[in-house]
């Protein structure tokens, strides 16, 4: 059945299907079967055509008010933990050790993991030496976010000194081919922690520390989704983020 709705839409504001089709990066032919033969692109993609037009989504696509079943996003969904306090440190190393194209991580500042495992920086590098591209990014300790997020865990000016201490672990890569490292002022409102097509997740809630916010473990899916969502988020923070040099 023809989405008339779409078509009137388009036709008022002028719409071709090839210039609504570059619009939002699909193939003209994509958007011609959303018009003619009533198909639903797939949510991100709606949003991005729905802003183009001026128009609400659901308007358009009326199918996208359900929402989706467990089993819809259960693919991607490798482990939840109630609280990071519950992984052991394996699962992160394991999954770091195991990459072989890329390594992300965004944090505040994560020290447990130099902690926990004080080889981080050889694995890291080896990863590295291997042809993966890593890239770190830590707060600012200096930013105005990372004061609130001190202020929210009720630890004071502790995430401060955490930031730079964890600055000061990855210090030492700061050079290695492959490797860059970067301090950031967003608001983080997960901590994220990739390696190839895994993911942790380490959701912030409002006065807990990251340690007893759950966590979420991804693996991709070929059709992408929640792990997209997260590995988009991080290149946002990178592009705005301040890389560290080499001292002296």
């Not at 989706?68 to 190393?93: G, K, M, N």
């Not at 997740?201 to 979420?216: D, F, L």
């Amino acid at each position: 059945m023809p989405n008339e709705r779409l078509r009137t839409v388009m036709a008022a504001g002028g719409w071709t299907h090839a210039a609504l089709a570059k619009a939002v990066e699909v193939d003209p032919k994509s958007v011609e079967r959303w018009v003619n033969l009533g198909r639903t692109p797939r949510r991100a993609t709606a949003a991005q055509a729905a802003e183009a037009l001026g128009e609400d989504v659901h308007a358009l696509w009326p199918a996208l008010r359900q929402a989706r079943s467990a089993r819809a996003i259960s693919p991607e969904l490798v482990a939840l933990y109630e609280q990071r306090a519950d992984l052991p440190i394996s699962t992160f190393v394991d999954m770091l050790a195991q990459a072989r194209e890329q390594i992300d991580v965004l944090v505040y500042a994560a020290v447990f993991l130099h902690e926990a495992y004080p080889r981080l920086n050889d694995l890291l590098r080896e990863r590295a030496a291997e042809g993966c591209t890593v890239r770190i990014a830590v707060g600012d300790a200096d930013s105005e976010n990372v004061h609130a997020r001190g202020q929210e865990e009720k630890f004071g000016h502790g995430i401060e000194s955490r930031c730079r201490l964890a600055l000061m672990h990855y210090r030492p890569l700061i050079g290695t081919p492959n490797i860059a490292v970067r301090t950031h002022g967003t608001t983080l409102y997960n901590s994220l922690y990739r390696a190839d097509d895994q993911q942790l997740v380490n959701a912030h809630v409002w006065g807990v520390n990251a340690y007893g916010a759950p966590v979420w473990h991804l693996r991709r899916s070929r059709e992408g989704g929640l792990f997209d969502t997260y590995a988009a988020s991080f290149n946002a923070v990178w592009a705005t983020a301040t890389p560290v040099h080499q001292e002296g």
